[in-house]
């Protein structure tokens, strides 16, 4: 079932064929054909609501709360950096239905066959494999605080967990977190009551009281950061979904849930470290549920490290597709079941050996940089490829075009470079991480303003350069491919 842009609602059979509908998904970067969409665009509420209730995003509290400033300004922040970075998120999600293609080869219209396997995937690849060693120093907390194993255990066993998960793909993926809204959902409610009513945090807590910027825009930054990592493999979870699917509505169905799942949960990581200073984000959560009731924190803990198993099954999915996708830009693979398989038990081996690396001790600074050169990284990119689907080429794409090297897209996509080095080149000065500071942020008071100067570059470079596009031809291949049309 779907929802066309005029509010009809249309059917789709699905057919099995190569993707498979009954058991381990078989396509890996490869378009998805209308006989093989199926699902229903309420679907991806339950997939964007549970990917934010976990113990990373619970974590990301704890880390913006360190930051300096108060837990009123703090929560504020949240709220903004959440509203914000969602924002984008949930319009690449949209592009799903429309192409049927993963998030990182429809890029290939912008940066070109190669241009985007080296400026944009490699990026993208840094996204997952940062993200996932964060989860593994968690996941390996959470089971040796549950189960008194070795932390080195830990991160092992719940890949794979994971892992098995996303080698079975996008169908299950879905049917996963469809099941476990409910649970997940009900333990974020009991912890806020815990964190609020337990009377942990101080008294004058939610006095607003003077404003710290610098706290302040690094908590947004660290928050729009934390969303606007998803977009580089949002759509990825929306591209098997029927193409009737309305642009709107798909938007609003990642929008919603995932802006008030991250801004709670994050909100809450923050108000659990406000309540039990200086103690990692593990206990805070044990301590918030054992004061509602004896063993309610192991209770909470269990069901957020199971939260994390399906995040971290996201990270390997998409991180899949992104070592898949560079592979293919230089040596044409054939997408298979093994091929995936591959990639994530190279993706979970290099992974547990950072993490080992970095340890528990190290987790906050290691994460809160994370955080927010991601947000560096991905912000001039996720400006670019939304001006370019909304407005220059309004979502009109040629899907054989993009899977040729030589084809109208090229090698190298100079509009798309072009834009994405100029302005991230004008942010630099913007920086305020804790190796560098930029000089125009150091005389604003360490204040990061660089993520709206990096969406504004890159929207005006890439609207000025691909006015060089020849539109009207790569209409006319579309219309003869008729796969995919305007908005």
């Known amino acids: 079932m779907g929802t066309t842009s ?8 699905p057919v099995i064929q190569q993707g498979r509908l009954d058991g381990a998904e078989r396509r890996s970067v490869d378009f998805v054909p209308v006989a093989e ?23 990301t509290g704890v ?49 070109g066959f190669l241009g985007a396997a080296i ?21 390996g907390s959470s089971l040796h605080f549950l189960l008194g194993i070795p932390t080195s255990w830990g991160f092992p066993i719940a890949v794979l967990i994971a892992g098995t998960l996303a080698l079975f793909g996008y169908r299950w993926i879905h049917r996963v977190n469809r099941f476990l809204v409910a649970p997940l959902a009900l333990t974020v409610v009991i912890l806020t009551f815990a964190a609020v009513a337990r009377g942990g945090i101080p008294s004058g807590a939610f006095t607003p009281g003077p404003i710290q910027w610098h706290s302040f825009a690094t908590t947004f930054v660290i928050v729009a950061g934390f969303q606007l990592g998803w977009a580089p493999y949002v759509s990825d979870y929306s591209r098997y979904l029927p193409p009737t699917v309305s642009t709107r509505s798909s938007f609003l169905w ?49 069901l957020l ?17 992104t ?34 690396m970095v340890g528990e001790e190290q987790f906050n600074v290691f994460y809160g940089n994370v955080l927010v050169f991601l947000a560096y990284l991905f912000t001039p990119w996720t400006a670019i490829n939304l001006v370019d689907f909304y407005i220059v080429r309004k979502g009109c794409y040629s899907i054989r075009e993009l899977f040729n090297p030589a ?30 500071t930029g000089w125009i942020a150091h005389r604003m008071g360490d204040i990061d303003i660089s993520m709206f100067v990096g969406l504004v570059v890159a929207s005006l470079l890439y609207l000025l350069t691909s006015r060089s596009l020849d539109l009207s031809y790569e209409r006319s291949l579309v219309e003869k491919e008729g796969i995919a049309g305007e908005l």
């Open 254 to 302: 990642t929008y919603l849930p995932s802006a008030i799942s991250a801004l709670w949960v994050i909100g809450l990581g923050s108000l659990l470290a406000a309540a039990t200073p200086g103690v990692s984000v593990i206990m805070a959560i044990a301590q918030g549920g054992d004061a509602l009731m004896a063993g309610g924190g192991r209770i909470a803990v269990a």
């Open 407 to 436: 084809g109208i897209y090229g090698r190298w996509g100079w509009q798309g470079n072009v834009a994405y080095i100029g302005a991230l080149v004008t942010m630099v000065p913007f920086f305020v991480t804790e190796p560098f």
């Open 305 to 321: 490290f199971i939260g994390l198993l399906v995040v971290m099954a996201l990270n390997a999915y998409g991180g899949s597709l």
């Open 6 to 13: 005029n509010g009809k609602t249309a059917t789709v059979t």
């Open 119 to 139: 400026t944009v995937w490699v990026f993208a690849f840094v996204n997952y494999f940062n993200y996932n060693v964060a989860d593994a120093i968690l996941a």
């Open 63 to 111: 880390t913006t709360l360190a930051l300096g400033g108060s837990l009123f300004w703090t929560l504020v922040a949240t709220v903004f950096g959440s509203l914000f970075g969602t924002l984008f998120m949930a319009l690449h999600s949209s592009q799903g239905p429309h192409l049927g293609l993963p998030q990182l080869v429809q890029s290939r219209a912008q940066f």
């Open 323 to 356: 070592l898949i996708s560079i592979v293919d830009c230089f040596r044409r693979v054939r997408p298979s079941l093994f091929l995936r398989g591959i990639t994530i038990v190279a993706m979970t081996l290099s992974v547990g050996v950072v993490a080992a």
């Open 37 to 59: 969409r199926h699902g229903t665009v309420r679907h991806l509420g339950a997939v964007w609501l549970v990917a934010n209730i976990n113990l990373t995003a619970m974590a």
